[in-house]
C-alpha cells in the first residue's frame, strides 16, 4: 500500500478527513522518515571520492608511475596554477569563456534545428518515409571527422567549432523529438480536430507538450556534446579554449594539464546539467510527481 493511500484512508475521529494540502504534508513527512537522510547520502557520496582521490594518491607515489598517470594534488597544484597565475593562452577565465560560448552557441542552434525538423518530420510521414535514407546517411558520418572540414569552410575562428558542437547536438535532439512527436495519442488528436482545433492549435497544446519528455531527455545528453564539439574544434585548430590548453597539455606530456582541463569540463557540463534539470521541472510541472523511488534516480 503506497504512502498516499494511508494517508488519504486515516482520518481521526475527531476531526473531518484530511485536505489535499495537510495530506501531501503528511506524505512527505512519512516520505521523511522512510526514505534514506540527504545528509547520509551526502556523506556516503563524499566519502567515495575521497577513497578514490586517496587510493589515487597512494597508487601514484608507491605503485604506479605519475609522469603517465598523474596524481590529485599534482593536477590541484596546476588548477591553482592556472586560476591565479593564468595559462599559456591567457587567463583560464578567457579560456572557459571562450569553449562555452561555442558550446552554447552550438547546443542552442542545434536544439531549435533538431527540435524544429524533428517535430515537423515526425508529424509528416510521407516526407519523413522521403528524407530516411539521408537522414540515416547523414547521422552515419562520423561528425567528430568533421571538425577538420569546418575548418577548410569557416577558418580557425568559433564559427568551425559552433558548427563542430551543432551537428553533435542536433541528431541527438531531432530523433528524440522525432519520436517524440510519432508517440502524441492519435485518438487525443482525432478528438480535437472533432472540436475545431486548427494545426496550430494541434502543435502549441497537444504535439509540443507532448513531445517535451522527449525532447528534455535529450538536452541532458545534448549539452555534453556540445562542450565535445567545442573542444574537439578547439584541438584543430584555435587560440584560445580548454580544448587548445589541453592539446598543449598533450604535446608536453603534462598529464596534470590533461586531468584539469577535464575537470573544468566536467564542472561545466555538470552545471549545464543542473540549469536543464531546473528547466526540467519548470516545463513539467503539469505532470504527476514521479513515485519516491524514481525520484531519487
Known amino acids: 500500500m503506497s504512502l498516499e493511500t494511508i494517508v488519504r484512508e486515516q482520518p481521526t475521529a475527531t476531526e473531518p478527513a484530511a485536505s489535499p494540502a ?10 521523511g522518515r522512510t526514505g534514506h537522510a540527504p545528509v547520509l547520502v551526502n556523506a556516503v557520496r563524499v566519502a567515495l571520492v575521497l577513497v578514490w582521490l586517496g587510493s589515487w594518491e597512494l597508487a601514484a607515489r608507491t605503485v604506479v608511475d605519475p609522469f603517465y598517470y598523474s596524481m ?8 591553482v596554477i592556472w586560476f591565479t597565475e593564468g595559462t599559456s593562452q591567457g587567463t583560464i577565465w578567457e579560456n572557459i569563456a571562450v569553449t562555452l560560448e561555442e558550446a552554447v552557441l552550438g547546443f542552442v542552434i542545434g536544439t531549435f534545428a533538431g527540435v524544429v525538423l524533428g517535430v515537423l518530420l515526425g508529424r509528416s510521414r510521407f516526407t519523413a518515409e522521403v528524407l ?5 546517411g547523414a547521422n552515419a558520418i562520423p561528425r567528430i571527422v568533421l571538425a577538420s572540414l569546418f575548418v577548410i569552410w569557416f577558418g580557425l575562428g568559433m564559427s568551425s567549432k559552433v558548427a563542430t558542437a551543432f551537428v553533435l547536438v542536433f541528431f541527438a535532439v531531432f530523433f528524440n523529438a522525432f519520436q517524440g512527436a510519432r508517440e502524441v495519442d492519435k485518438v487525443l488528436v482525432d478528438n480535437a480536430r472533432i472540436l475545431g482545433a486548427s494545426r496550430w492549435d494541434l502543435m502549441r497544446t497537444i504535439i509540443l507538450p507532448s513531445a517535451t519528455s522527449w ?3 535529450s538536452m541532458h545528453v545534448a549539452f555534453g556534446f556540445a562542450l565535445i564539439g567545442a573542444i574537439v574544434g578547439e584541438f584543430t585548430g584555435a587560440d584560445k579554449g580548454l580544448g587548445i590548453l589541453i592539446n598543449h597539455a598533450q604535446g608536453n606530456f603534462d598529464a596534470p594539464g590533461i586531468y584539469a582541463g577535464m575537470l573544468i ?4 557540463a555538470l552545471v549545464a546539467e543542473w540549469l ?3 528547466l526540467e521541472r519548470r516545463l513539467t510541472s503539469w505532470r504527476p510527481q514521479p513515485t519516491a523511488q524514481a525520484a531519487g534516480l
Open 22 to 31: 495537510r495530506r501531501r504534508g503528511a506524505v512527505a513527512f512519512l516520505r
Open 72 to 79: 590529485p594534488s599534482a593536477i590541484w597544484d596546476k588548477l
Open 132 to 136: 530516411a535514407p539521408f537522414i540515416k
Open 215 to 217: 525532447i528534455l531527455a
Open 265 to 268: 569540463t566536467t564542472v561545466l
Open 276 to 278: 536543464i534539470t531546473k
